[in-house]
């Protein structure tokens, strides 16, 4: 991809397994790789990874949750590493259940990890991005907010959210040259996947129907969306903005 190299990019939930594998394709493209996660050793072991294919990146710790956690985030980064030129909002937390069954403290914990903490996220980076005149925002959502999920209702609304809040913001800041677009991951084998799956007959009868119903016969790898998001990353996608485009092989094709 071009335009990456040197540049300074965020990935929240950088630990994780998408997270992860976003962070190293950044790395192989020469960025600075800001790792962002709660979890240290998770982010740590994903910095080893990438230092040790020959790329530079380093661990920040985040309470997405708490606005101030987010601002001194962004405030180390940008004083250890530079102003930061991509921003990928991939943190996100969930736990399956049909929504008649669940209660608010556990709305409140979805909403605030994957609705309030991407906000407190844009809000820190995009002022810094709005005062130069340029940046990237990459934001995974869900193929759950495009069709729907069963047992992923509050979920599903965030990364609906999500989707609305990112095209407006993208219309908001086109004047600013800051493209901002979304990925939206079909079912994926990442932790977070299989403990929405649970363990067990269930759980394996879930993810053989899901497995069947994709097109190309597979789940998604972590390594599927990596690519999209260096993409809308690099100076390749420097005239898209406000796009939305699912990761999914094929199980949702939505114009």
């Not at 914990?109 to 820190?124: C, R, W």
């Amino acid at each position: 991809m071009f335009g990456l190299k040197d540049k300074v990019v965020l990935v929240t939930g950088g630990g994780g397994g998408i997270g992860s594998a976003i962070c190293k394709r950044f790395g192989q493209a020469g960025a600075k790789v800001a790792v962002v996660d709660i979890n240290q050793e998770a982010g740590d072991k994903t910095v080893a990874q990438i230092t040790q294919a020959g790329g530079f990146a380093q661990t920040f710790l985040v309470d997405l949750t708490s606005q101030a956690s987010v601002i001194e985030c962004v405030n180390n980064i940008e004083s250890m590493l530079g102003p930061i030129d991509v921003l990928v909002n991939n943190a996100g937390w969930d736990r399956a259940g049909n929504f008649l069954d669940t209660n608010k403290e556990l709305w409140e914990k979805i909403v605030d990890i994957n609705f309030y903490g991407v906000l407190y996220m844009h809000h820190a980076v995009l002022k810094g991005m709005s005062e130069r005149g340029k940046g990237r925002v990459v934001n995974i959502a869900s193929d759950a907010a495009r069709v729907g999920s069963s047992g992923e209702s509050v979920y599903a609304m965030c990364k609906g959210g999500l989707i609305a809040f990112s095209k407006t913001i993208a219309r908001e800041l086109a004047r600013k040259q800051i493209n901002v677009n979304v990925v939206c991951p079909g079912p994926t084998d990442t932790p977070l996947f299989r403990d929405f799956c649970g363990e067990g007959e269930y759980g394996e009868k879930l993810r053989n129907g899901l497995t069947r119903a994709i097109p190309f016969g597979r789940l998604g790898q972590p390594e599927d969306l990596a690519g999209a998001v260096a993409f809308l990353a690099s100076d390749e996608a420097s005239f898209i903005t406000g796009q939305v485009i699912s990761v999914s092989g094929g199980l949702t094709m939505v114009g």
